[in-house]
């Protein structure tokens, strides 16, 4: 039985790698497009105008930092098959890449998360009625403050990529792409894990407080006779949708990290191209989220859309 079964996975293995590879580069197409395009749009929008609103900011350098993290998953997928070492400033550099990228990835998409509760919500506390009077001053505030998280990951991981290497007896490359891999995955895991629990929690803090808003608005509605689906309403359940997107897809994306650590250590290859597929599905589908839940940048994908539909009509029809 065990014969067999492994004579199955020997020959399935192909078709395995072939699907994922497909799975990976539609993943990979379709967050360089959906980024790209958030990009693209707010900068075009910031030279007609001459300025840009504090979202749109946040959306350009978060849409940047996630095609980053993009590429450096793909160069992690390549790398990792194609060769059977990595050196020391190869594996510094990358680790330090991920970090930048992973770090403005998750402060960017809490401020977003904090700004939706600011403009959105509706309360009477003193605390809220003097946040939202400064709102972009918080933001600023809270992007700046979490340069000493971002500072600290980097001086920590500097120390122990040192302490790590030593392990190795000072050699300049590490010696398998098995040793590799498991570095790489602990001391990302690890660091992601450790400096989240902050930004995450805020971003829960906001989803939490969206909630509570939107029962009150809800109930208060009920008492003036009015429907549910007032804009008020529309803008809460948006907004939640967009929170709760970005909580569950980074949740999955930490959970694939750390399930992509044991894989590796149970040589586990199957389990390790899920984790990569469901890893990348954070920096991917959350912004084609955001698209969607951006008027204008789901009017301007829409005109895109329909105008590739068009000239795929003209390329089909022949000419006489």
């Not at 003097?130 to 001086?155: C, H, P």
């Not at 920590?156 to 007896?169: K, V």
Request: some cysteine.
């Amino acid at each position: 039985m065990g014969a067999t079964l492994s004579f199955l996975y020997f020959n399935m293995e192909p078709v395995l790698y072939s699907i994922s590879t497909t799975v990976v580069t539609a993943e990979f197409i379709l967050g360089n497009l959906s980024n790209g395009l958030i990009m693209v749009k707010n900068c075009i929008d910031w030279v007609n105008k001459g300025e840009l609103s504090p979202i749109d900011q946040i959306l350009i350098i978060l849409a940047i930092s996630r095609i980053t993290l993009i590429w450096e998953v793909l160069f992690i997928w390549v790398k990792t098959r194609s060769i059977s070492f990595i050196t020391k400033e190869e594996l510094k550099i990358v680790m330090f890449c991920s970090i930048l990228s992973g770090h403005f990835n998750l402060w960017l998409a809490t401020a977003l998360s904090i700004f939706y509760l600011l403009k959105i919500a509706n309360f009477s506390w003193q605390i809220f009625l003097y946040l939202k009077r400064r709102l972009k001053q918080l933001i600023v505030g809270i992007l700046l403050g979490s340069l000493t998280f971002l500072l600290a990951n980097l001086m920590q991981m500097s120390i122990t990529l040192e302490e790590r290497f030593h392990q190795y007896g000072g050699n300049t490359t590490v010696n398998s792409t098995e040793t590799e891999f498991v570095l790489f995955s602990e001391l990302f895991l690890f660091n992601s894990a450790m400096f989240s629990v902050t930004p995450f929690s805020l971003a829960l803090i906001s989803f939490l407080l969206l909630i509570l808003s939107l029962w009150k608005h809800c109930q208060k509605m009920q008492l003036n006779a009015r429907g549910h689906r007032d804009p008020n309403t529309k803008a809460h359940t948006s907004a939640m949708k967009i929170i709760i997107s970005f909580l569950l897809l980074y949740a999955t994306y930490i959970l694939s990290l750390l399930t992509s650590w044991i894989a590796e250590k149970h040589h586990s290859e199957l389990v390790q191209i899920i984790c990569m597929i469901t890893g990348l599905m954070y920096p991917s589908v959350h912004s084609l989220i955001l698209i969607l839940g951006n008027a204008k940048l789901k009017q301007t994908s829409l005109l895109i859309l329909r105008h590739l539909g068009c000239r795929l009509k003209e390329q089909k029809i022949p000419t006489t």
